[in-house]
């Protein structure tokens, strides 16, 4: 049973936002992480789940996108053409609506593992504690800790290299 369009747009507007940050962060790419976003809807609008509470229902659209976004990142290991991204000349109107900083924190995050980055972002940029954060991820709450310990000891050791 389809899920009503108009569910699916009061979700929408409640979740993109945060889902599109957390895809952009694991993807490095805006267009990379609008599809991801994109697939996540879909997959919600084929699968017609029911959500025990709004608790439930964030924690699946977080879950569905870290997996999409895994998926993306196997696949692109196999892939043996240049990403458009790699040039800046030709993606140049994409970068111009980034900040600076935006774009400095991009590029630190970009240069964290995946599972590190994952904390990272869910930890200190959307605000979840440490046990959310562990039950989005399908972790322990210790190695999340352990991710956000070696994750900031990696950002202070990148900051040192660039004089930052």
Avoid at 98 to 110: P, R
Wanted: aromatic share 6%; proline share 1%.
């Amino acid at each position: 049973m389809p899920v009503a369009s108009e569910r699916v747009a009061l979700l929408y507007d409640k979740y993109a936002d945060m889902l599109y940050r957390i895809a952009y962060s694991q993807l490095g790419s805006a267009h990379d992480a609008e599809d991801a976003l994109q697939d996540v809807f879909t997959s919600f609008i084929s699968a017609d789940v029911d959500f025990a509470s709004d608790e439930h229902e964030k924690a699946w659209f977080i879950r569905a996108l870290v997996n999409r976004c895994h998926d993306h990142q196997r696949k692109a290991k196999h892939r043996t053409h240049d990403s458009i991204d790699d040039h800046g000349d030709i993606a140049a109107e994409d970068e111009t609506e980034k900040t600076d900083s935006a774009q400095a924190l991009a590029q630190l995050l970009s240069n964290l593992p995946e599972k590190i980055r994952s904390v990272i972002v869910l930890h200190y940029l959307e605000g979840y504690s440490v046990e959310e954060v562990a039950r989005l991820t399908g972790t322990t709450s210790a190695a999340v800790k352990m991710r956000l310990s070696r994750g900031r000891a990696m950002i202070r050791k990148i900051g040192e290299n660039n004089d930052v």
